[in-house]
């Protein structure tokens, strides 16, 4: 089952305007949410990255908001361009029993950036 | 340069054929790991490796083989490869884990067609 999900699958923006992707969680032993961005033919990036205890986290012009109640957070990019025309994965991160941690990804966002 | 390299970029191969995808990463990260990437489905863990000869399944690990006998190798094997392994295929390294101020490194990714 998908533990992270994320939507939309794609989505087409204007240049100048605000992208926004969105990922729902289940497992509220999730402690830290990153973003990825990838490019084709190149493997993910990390891009940004929240802990639950904050619920905004700004980055230049991307910028995520968490909402921990509704298990919801969200990437947001300010005044799109082009050349953020990319992947985007949300993901999240658990302690495993027994020692060390994992990731969990959505399964992305393809954005395109018009003129 | 820091980077993790996996070879080959590019492989088509038949059903039953043992395989092997090599990554390395120049690091000295104790994290490593495997994903594969299907449209819809995102990244999903195959395995992971907390440091050399610790290693254990991530989400989708079977008919995969992995081993980690230094710190910087960690190769994928496919003992015999079925068409559903048809994927696109990334090694991430990290040092020690996947939290904060542990940012995923992925390769560029190999691209496996199985007929």
């Known amino acids: 089952q998908q533990q992270v999900k994320q939507s939309p699958q794609s989505l087409i923006v204007q240049k100048g305007g605000i992208s926004i992707i969105n990922c729902a969680y289940e497992?509220?032993?999730?402690?830290?949410f990153p973003w990825y961005q990838q490019f084709p033919g190149k493997g993910p990036a990390l891009l940004i990255a929240i802990r639950p205890d904050v619920s905004e986290k700004k980055e230049g012009r991307f910028t995520i908001s968490f909402n921990k109640s509704a298990k919801q957070f969200s990437l947001h990019i300010m005044d799109s361009q082009p050349g953020d025309s990319a992947t985007y994965f949300c993901?999240?991160?658990?302690?495993?029993?027994?020692?060390?941690?994992?990731?969990?990804f959505g399964t992305g966002t393809q954005l395109k950036v018009e003129l | 340069e820091a980077q993790v390299t996996q070879n080959p970029r590019y492989l088509i191969t038949v059903t039953g054929k043992k395989l092997t995808v090599t990554c390395s990463q120049n690091?000295?990260?104790?994290?490593m790991s495997w994903y594969r990437q299907d449209p819809g489905l995102g990244l999903r863990q195959i395995y992971y490796s907390m440091n050399v000869e610790v290693t254990d399944k991530g989400d989708v690990p079977e008919g995969y083989k992995v081993s980690r006998k230094e710190k910087r190798n960690f190769p994928l094997i496919l003992e015999s490869p079925s068409p559903n392994q048809t994927s696109l295929y990334f090694c991430?390294?990290?040092?020690?884990?996947?939290?904060?101020?542990?940012?995923?490194?992925f390769g560029d990714g190999t691209r496996l067609s199985i007929l």
């Open positions: 991430a390294s990290s040092k020690g884990g996947t939290g904060p101020n542990q940012p995923q490194h």
């Open positions: 690091m000295n990260h104790e994290y």
């Open positions: 993901a999240a991160k658990v302690e495993l029993t027994g020692g060390g941690n994992k990731l969990t």
């Open positions: 497992n509220t032993a999730f402690d830290y």
